[in-house]
């Protein structure tokens, strides 16, 4: 089955783990986390290093050790979140990348694109603040 849009596990790891963290009132482990996500414990492991290290979480060790946010949830957008794992997302005009293309106008009209700033856009609105009651 093919999807037009699709999300990296690291992606989503990261997304709803953070949004485990703004929740909890005290520390997250990776275990917690790799338990409601799904996810295997390494990768949750490699995810929030990451996000450690691009400065959205504090990380504590030792067994009553986790994570905790950095900053504010209302100051955390999900593509925030998505770019530090992803990197920046990118909009061009030609969905391959193209210099020359060999019609006249692109065979796509702009869908991609328009599908990018629209994703793009969504994630930058929303913010791990709105997901405290989900």
């Known amino acids: 089955m093919s999807k037009i849009l699709n999300i990296s596990?690291?992606?989503?790891?990261?997304?709803?783990?953070m949004i485990l963290v703004a929740r909890s009132d005290k520390l997250v482990n990776v275990n917690y986390i790799a338990e409601l996500t799904a996810s295997s414990r390494h990768h949750v492991a490699?995810?929030?290093?990451?996000?450690?290290?691009e400065g959205f979480v504090n990380s504590s060790r030792g067994p009553s050790g986790g994570f905790s946010l950095k900053m504010?949830?209302?100051?955390?957008?999900?593509?925030?979140?998505?770019?530090?794992?992803?990197?920046?997302?990118?909009i061009t005009k030609c969905p391959l990348d193209k210099p020359?293309?060999?019609f006249d106008k692109c065979i796509f009209q702009n869908v991609i694109t328009d599908l990018?700033?629209?994703?793009r856009t969504y994630m930058e609105e929303q913010t791990l603040d709105k997901y405290l009651d989900y």
């Open 72 to 90: 504010a949830p209302e100051d955390i957008s999900f593509l925030d979140i998505y770019e530090a794992i992803e990197g920046k997302i990118i």
């Open 9 to 17: 596990e690291a992606a989503s790891i990261a997304v709803h783990g």
């Open 100 to 102: 020359i293309c060999p």
């Open 46 to 53: 490699k995810v929030f290093q990451r996000l450690v290290k």
């Open 116 to 119: 990018t700033l629209e994703f």
